[in-house]
């Protein structure tokens, strides 16, 4: 049986940890396998966005409670930085 360009994209994206949507098998045979795996790999070199899900008594259980309340009265004083390391 000979490997076709369409099972080879679709090994990648199984390697990739996923595979490919059932709409896209189709097109899977139109591009090299080269050419999908430089968009996964462009794709998968994004950092995700930060956010802080943890609220005040969380951090506080981690930096104790007279750190997080001291952070907490900085950061509505508004000082900068500088200010903070002082």
């Known amino acids: 049986m ?3 360009t369409q099972m080879k994209n679709q090994h990648l994206f199984w390697r990739a940890g996923f595979g490919a949507a059932a709409e896209d098998l189709k ?5 090299s396998p080269q050419k999908i795996y430089a968009a996964l790999e462009k794709a998968s070199a994004k950092k995700p966005p ?4 943890a609220d005040n008594s969380l951090k506080g259980l981690f930096m104790g ?4 309340v001291k ?3 900085m950061r509505k004083n508004g000082l900068d930085g500088e200010a903070r390391k002082k």
């Not at 930060?50 to 899900?53: A, I, L, T």
């Not at 409670?65 to 997080?68: E, G, H, N, S």
């Open 65 to 68: 409670v007279t750190d997080a």
């Open 27 to 31: 097109n899977l045979a139109g591009h």
């Open 71 to 73: 952070m907490e009265e």
């Open 50 to 53: 930060y956010f802080d899900v």
């Open 2 to 4: 000979a490997v076709t």
